[in-house]
């Protein structure tokens, strides 16, 4: 009964290549997010959508490209790879109230930890 | 612009004693909302609490309890009879509306007790 979920877990590529990271909720909640962790432990917004609409797009490369297919799902995919995209990626989902006027938890998934060598 | 200060970068206690997290927050948004996470070694995220900017309630769970205060713009984490499991690093975040309710978070407090 995970409420959300990532694929992969762990992911270990080589620099210049492409990747992909799944992310879905079954929370029936309407906003996903991504948030990057460095090694420092420090957690960052990168991008938020609204019922597939993007909401927040934060100083981010944009060989970060986000993809809402559904309500449910949040994936990340990254282009040509570098060193220092390694990190650990994280998605959560919540729910907006009032029209948007208030909102209720996020809940986080288990993250990604993505190695780029 | 929103902020979120937790001051305290690493805090070690022996099991059983108390300790607090200190949380010092700036927004000038009059609706926000306040939380705690826990990260636990194993890496994931896990919720604690959430308080609304109109609720200044103060909250107990079980050996956890939340010390919300507007004058101050604090929002400081108590752990009571701490134990080994209560070892993590703990992470403050604020959401409002013009950010989307995207969370930011404190830099975190690593908190270790040991037996």
């Known amino acids: 009964d995970t409420a959300v979920s990532q694929t992969p877990k762990y992911l270990v590529t080589q620099m210049g290549n492409d990747k992909s990271i799944k992310c879905e909720q079954n929370l029936g909640h309407d906003t996903m997010y991504w948030y990057k962790q460095d090694s420092k432990k420090f957690l960052k917004i990168m991008f938020s959508?609204?019922?597939?609409?993007?909401?927040i797009n934060e100083t981010v490369p944009n060989r970060f490209s986000p993809k809402s297919p559904d309500k449910a799902h949040l994936n990340l995919h990254i282009n040509s790879l570098e060193l220092g995209d390694s990190a650990v990626y994280f998605c959560?989902?919540?729910?907006?109230?009032?029209?948007?006027?208030?909102?209720?938890?996020?809940?986080f998934g288990p993250g990604t930890r993505l190695t780029v060598l | 612009a929103q902020k979120v200060t937790q001051a305290q970068t690493e805090i070690s206690v022996v099991e059983k004693e108390d300790v607090t997290l200190d949380c010092v927050y700036e927004?000038?948004?009059?609706?926000?909302?306040l939380f705690w996470y826990k990260q636990p070694p194993s890496g994931e995220l896990v919720f604690l609490i959430r308080r609304n900017s109109f609720d200044e309630q103060n909250e107990i769970s079980g050996r956890y309890s939340w010390n919300f205060q507007k004058s101050t713009s604090s929002f400081n984490f108590t752990i009571t009879a701490s134990q080994v499991v209560d070892s993590a690093v703990y992470f403050c975040?604020?959401?409002?509306?013009?950010?989307?309710?995207?969370?930011?978070f404190g830099k975190g407090t690593s908190l270790l007790v040991t037996p």
């Open positions: 959560a989902s919540s729910q907006e109230r009032g029209g948007g006027a208030l909102t209720d938890t996020q809940y």
């Open positions: 975040a604020l959401s409002v509306r013009n950010s989307g309710y995207a969370l930011n």
């Open positions: 959508y609204n019922n597939k609409e993007l909401i």
């Open positions: 927004t000038r948004d009059t609706t926000y909302y």
